[in-house]
């Protein structure tokens, strides 16, 4: 069982360019975030979803789109990275609260370096 | 909004004692979980221990124990006879019933355990 896993561990771009972050899960979990882990700030939620098509901000998702064609895909889109855009991300998945209120289960995260 | 807060940064403690971290939260909502999650060097997010708030005792998980207080929003990790494997970020975190998926999280407290 792989759990969730991200790819690339570490990425460096340059202001402008884009990317994706990969997340995949492999235990049919509903729910599936995208979080930005910054020095002093804690884990912070970019993006969220509750199934397949359906997708929800969180509290910082400006510069960040993202789309859930599968239950077990859930890529971060940076269209024009930024050097604000450094940081560590993380993907975590869960099941929904009526299916036995699961914690969290997270990735190995990606640090990602704008110049 | 719900805010989570950890006001220590760092901690430091020797092998084999006891440390205590804070954690405090605000919310409106009645139903709602607590998390402690251990972030080692490797950047793994891990989960320590988790307390539901309608249930009044204590979680514990061998070494690791909450107080938690509803009334005062307050839920503090114990950790005792602390391991050099201790050592770790230490995040607080929080999610309701009706926001399942959207943790949010305290900005963190680095655990030092020393020989």
């Known amino acids: 069982n792989a759990g969730v896993t991200q790819t690339p561990k570490f990425q460096v771009l340059k202001t402008g360019q884009s990317m994706t972050l990969q997340c995949a899960q492999d235990?049919?979990?509903?729910?599936m975030s995208w979080y930005r882990q910054d020095p002093g700030m804690g884990l912070r939620l970019i993006h969220y979803?509750?199934?397949?098509?359906i997708t929800d901000q969180g509290e910082v998702p400006n510069g960040y789109n993202v789309s859930r064609s599968t239950t077990e895909d859930f890529p971060l889109r940076l269209l024009s990275a930024a050097p604000s855009q450094t940081s560590v991300y993380f993907c975590?998945?869960?099941?929904?609260w009526g299916q036995g209120n699961s914690p969290l289960h997270f990735g190995n995260g990606t640090r990602l370096t704008v110049t | 909004a719900q805010t989570v807060t950890q006001s220590q940064p760092e901690m430091s403690v020797q092998e084999a004692e006891t440390v205590t971290l804070s954690c405090t939260y605000d919310?409106?909502?009645?139903?709602?979980?607590l998390f402690w999650y251990k972030q080692p060097p490797s950047r793994q997010m891990i989960l320590v221990i988790r307390?539901?708030?309608?249930?009044?005792q204590n979680a514990t998980e061998n070494r690791f124990s909450v107080n938690f207080q509803k009334a005062a929003k307050s839920f503090s990790l114990k950790i005792s006879d602390s391991q050099l494997g201790d050592t770790a970020m230490y995040f607080c975190?929080?999610?309701?019933?009706?926001?399942?998926?959207?943790?949010?999280f305290g900005a963190g407290t680095q655990v030092v355990v020393t020989p």
């Open positions: 975590a998945s869960s099941y929904s």
């Open positions: 919310t409106s909502e009645n139903n709602y979980y």
């Open positions: 307390q539901e708030a309608y249930k009044q």
């Open positions: 975190a929080f999610m309701t019933t009706d926001s399942w998926g959207k943790l949010q």
């Open positions: 235990m049919n979990h509903e729910y």
């Open positions: 979803s509750v199934g397949a098509g």
